[in-house]
């Protein structure tokens, strides 16, 4: 029997147009489409628990009736749900009662009206599939920037086309005076987002201060590396904004930082918001300084808490419950010439500031605080100091989640370390990181000491024959003098020496100092003719200098102890040194260089 054909001109367009512009997964509609299938065959048959299953192979749908095998002579016989074994076993064989086989259904059987009843049960499934998709994809983007087309716009709304659905913008969001056009591009927040019988809801704002809040966010660099952070904003759409904002680094400036060069970030924003007033201050922990901030351009004399002078209705419990939420009841004092400043056109510099610290605020003047009687600069004094302590609190509050998250880090740390541990021991990857992987035995003390002089010797063949100068000579014998120290008595681990051939004693070469080469260079450059050697008085003052320098005492304990083969080879070692000294070099003239240096 020929099964349903998927081929059908019409079926493919209408599968192309929920993928592309609806945005509905193609096996989605599949699967719906079999759910509605087998449930307008089970309406057609009158039978609702009849087992029906649907399948889709190359491009054709089969519809398939599951019958359970029942003996022939049972009396519970439903011939919609059931079938005898004796004609069970005409299909099938090998069929056993209580198992189930399938008949092929001639779909084309069904009536019209059961067809209709398909297709709006598959129109049912897509509307709540779209309703889903589009609540599950903007759920997790309240409050961000997005951008849209406005589609129409009527007197109580505006309908606005983002990404897959579209968005309303209703008129309390809009800014007030604004102009809008169909066409027109527009830059909005996600408020809200609902969902309800007729689909899933957007509501889209221009009017809330987070929409300032993202314009500052999209147009301030600092703000987006999270080097300045806006800490609380304040808007009354289309006539002011309030904003304190907080720098994280001390070489940064917060305020200069939204503002931008010559006014260039902050008139951006001002201009997407058709002109409206944005006041940008220092953000403060204190709330007193943070009211005084907020405030401006009114100049605060003084802030402190309120009480039952300034406001009768604020009882001892009212206080109490204000301070347990931190949100207790502040005056301002101001002068009596700035009070209408202080409170704004139409009030609305005030309430901006009670938005921005979410606090009361009562503001008054110098006069009728003399009139209440109230001690200003006392209550200024405990304003300060509670302040100071609650700030301490949060403080310290912040402390001690820093040190749980370090420690929770910590322990994940371990654990992960010790289920990563690949069991090596902590001194073999020691001695793999000092490259200290050779040979390691242990010798007693004993040998240590007979050792000590071998190394010495060898050391001693292996230095190579300088002249030293008599400072020189002093170092070495103070380094001799250290290393003569004795051994402590006790077995070591040992790292065995790679032995070498010993050198044998190299002769030295002519030694040609810096005077010599400045002196040949000089001879080079001036071309002067060869001159006979003058001997002077002073040329044997020279000599009788250098040979005191050479015999020069040392006090005792400096004195280094050598051995017999050592102070022959010390011996040898000056007698070559005397033999080929620079100093008794007769072709250098030092008449001619002292000449040169009294000339320069």
């Not at 703000?223 to 994280?248: F, N």
């Not at 209705?313 to 939420?325: D, G, K, M, N, V």
Request: charged share 40%.
């Amino acid at each position: 029997m020929s099964g349903i054909s998927l081929k059908n001109k019409n079926f493919i367009d209408g599968m192309r147009l929920f993928e592309e512009d609806r945005k509905v997964d193609p096996e989605f509609i599949l699967d719906t489409l079999k759910e509605a299938i087998a449930k307008t065959y089970q309406k057609h048959i009158d039978a609702p628990e009849a087992i029906v299953r649907v399948t889709i192979e190359k491009n054709e749908m089969h519809v398939y009736h599951q019958l359970l095998v029942v003996e022939d002579d049972t009396d519970t016989f439903d011939e919609t749900l059931d079938i005898l074994y004796s004609e069970a076993i005409k299909i099938n064989p090998d069929v056993k009662v209580n198992d189930y086989i399938e008949e092929e259904v001639d779909f084309s059987e069904i009536g019209r009206t059961s067809i209709n009843v398909a297709k709006q049960m598959l129109k049912q499934r897509i509307k709540e599939y779209e309703k889903q998709r589009v609540y599950d994809e903007y759920k997790d983007k309240e409050f961000d920037l997005i951008s849209g087309i406005i589609k129409t716009i009527e007197e109580k709304f505006i309908l606005v086309d983002i990404k897959n659905t579209i968005g309303i913008l209703l008129k309390s969001e809009q800014i007030p005076g604004e102009q809008y056009r169909e066409g027109q591009s527009i830059r909005c927040i996600i408020k809200e987002v609902n969902k309800n019988s007729k689909g899933s809801q957007v509501v889209l704002s221009r009017a809330d201060a987070m929409f300032v809040k993202r314009l500052f966010e999209k147009e301030v660099p600092e703000i987006a590396q999270g080097l300045v952070e806006i800490k609380a904003i304040a808007r009354d759409a289309g006539e002011r904004t309030k904003m304190a904002v907080y720098s994280r680094n001390d070489d940064v400036d917060a305020i200069g930082a939204c503002i931008g060069p010559r006014g260039t970030r902050v008139q951006a924003v001002i201009g997407e918001i058709k002109g409206e007033k944005i006041d940008v201050f220092e953000w403060n922990e204190d709330i007193g300084e943070l009211v005084k901030n907020a405030l401006a351009p009114a100049e605060v004399k003084a802030c402190f808490y309120a009480n039952e002078l300034t406001d009768p209705s604020l009882t001892e419990e009212a206080i109490a419950e204000a301070e347990r939420h931190n949100r207790r009841p502040l005056v301002v004092v101001v002068d009596d010439d700035k009070l209408s400043v202080a409170i704004g056109k139409r009030g609305k510099n005030a309430k901006l500031a009670v938005k921005l610290t979410n606090r009361k605020i009562d503001i008054k003047t110098e006069s009728e605080i003399n009139e209440l009687g109230i001690d200003v600069d006392n209550a200024v004094m405990e304003f300060k100091a509670d302040q100071i302590r609650i700030i301490r609190e949060r403080e310290q509050e912040k402390f001690l989640k820093l040190q749980e998250e370090a420690a929770k880090r910590k322990a994940e740390f371990d654990e992960e370390l010790a289920a990563n541990d690949t069991g090596f021991d902590e001194t073999t990857i020691e001695e793999m990181d000092e490259g200290k992987v050779e040979e390691v035995v242990s010798i007693p003390t004993d040998n240590l000491s007979k050792a000590e002089p071998e190394k010495k010797e060898e050391a001693s063949v292996e230095e190579t024959v300088v002249e030293e100068t008599p400072a020189e000579e002093e170092k070495k014998q103070e380094v001799e003098e250290v290393k003569t120290e004795p051994v402590k008595e006790e077995t070591a681990p040992v790292v065995k020496p790679k032995k070498e051939p010993k050198k044998p004693l190299a002769p030295k070469t002519e030694y040609k100092s810096k005077f010599e080469d400045f002196a040949d260079a000089s001879r080079k450059e001036e071309s002067k003719p060869e001159t006979k050697r003058r001997r002077k008085k002073d040329d044997e003052d020279r000599r009788v200098r250098a040979e005191d320098l050479e015999k020069k005492e040392y006090d005792e304990k400096f004195k280094p102890v050598y051995t017999e083969e050592e102070l022959e080879e010390i011996e040898a070692q000056e007698a070559m040194e005397e033999e080929n000294s620079w100093i008794n070099d007769d072709d250098i003239d030092f008449d001619e260089y002292e000449d040169y240096y009294e000339e320069n």
